[in-house]
């Protein structure tokens, strides 16, 4: 059901790419009412508050999306990338993933049995947000402290707890965090210095029974150098020995203007055992 409707919102966002007239920095859109079961009425009003909440957006309209009604919300991101790309090389500048696709990230975790969702790199927070939609323990992990900031101020508005931690996702204790069954959503592509914070969080929770972990990919051209496979995670997931569960392909705003989304690989940890080998 969840890759069905993964693949109906990445069709929306290409019709409305191809139709949109707009020139604001940002733009995604949110159907105004739920579409083949997507959102959860009882979700899709917390999924629109949390843009009407948000600073980063400046408006929005309503509009026809291929035979969908849809709300546009349009904004900008200049100062928090600006921003972000202050950080060390394993942080990459702030480019989010559209809210609803961070809501069907969330579902899936739920579905597969995952009790908290530690959002790794979480920009504005919408990733940790959509996860206490669902029905998550959220944790939001975010290094830049405008960013965090953000997230405080949407939280208190929203009334929807995220725990946020401003610090390096490098540096933080996981293991003190008292996680049941957690899900590591980890922000930035392999190619762009991913792989150095995906392997750091990896090594630091290993020994967690029942982890996971959400990366995400890219097949573009682009952006890809050495291996494609997984879109571009191979080597991580064959490090540590990852168990790839599934990949859902989701839009995100970078790629907005191109025909392949992002797919989002969920991959379950081995427990205590994997090569050390930095090849």
Known sequence: MLEEIAKNLSGLKAAFAKEYAGSAHIQEIIPASPVHGFPDPAHLGMLHEFAEKNPLYSGSFEQDVAGVCCVVYEGDIGQ????????????????????????????????????????????????????????????????????????????????IRINP??????????????LERPVFVIGGLA?????????????????MSGAG??????????????STEYGGWGEIIKRYGLEVTN????????????????PYIHARLAHGAYCTSKK
């Open 165 to 178: 931690r401003c610090c390096d996702a490098l540096e933080a204790d996981y293991l003190q965090m008292n």
């Open 247 to 262: 990949t859902v392909t989701l839009p995100t705003v970078w790629t907005f203007d191109q025909e392949t989304d992002t």
């Open 191 to 207: 190619q762009m210095g991913g792989d150095i914070l995906a392997s750091g969080i990896i090594e630091k929770t290993q020994k």
């Open 80 to 159: 928090y990338w600006l921003d972000s790309t202050k950080h060390g090389s394993s942080c990459q500048p702030f480019y989010p993933t559209w809210i609803t696709s961070a809501y069907a990230l969330a579902c899936m975790a739920k579905r597969l049995g995952y009790c908290e969702l530690v959002d790794v790199g979480s920009g504005d927070g919408r990733i940790a947000y959509c996860g206490a939609v669902a029905g998550l323990v959220p944790y939001s992990i975010e290094i830049d402290g405008a960013l965090a900031g953000l997230q405080k101020e949407i939280s208190e508005s929203t009334g």
């Open 213 to 226: 972990v959400v990366l995400a990919g890219t097949y573009s051209k682009r952006s890809l150098s050495g």
